[in-house]
């Protein structure tokens, strides 16, 4: 039996949705925040494009990863 994904039980961060998240949108407020610190939001496959759309029209998108793909300085 194999461990479970880390990712497993991550939820989309989408106001009111509740399923799993598949994706990362990672951002960062360079007004605000360090150039080493990396903001996360989840997404599912539904909100993927929204959240992406929303930080990327204010432009602080870094990049939209797979949750598989986070790591520690991720958050």
């Not at 150039?35 to 494009?49: F, I, N, P, Y």
């Amino acid at each position: 039996m194999s461990a479970p994904s880390p990712a497993a039980g991550l939820q989309c961060s989408a106001k009111g949705c509740r399923a799993q998240a598949q994706h990362a949108v990672v951002w960062r407020n360079p007004r605000l925040h360090a150039e080493s610190r990396r903001k996360v939001w989840l997404a599912c496959d539904d909100h993927r494009d929204q959240l992406r759309d929303f930080v990327q029209l204010r432009g602080l998108l870094i990049e939209v990863i797979d949750v598989d793909q986070l790591t520690e300085a991720d958050g």
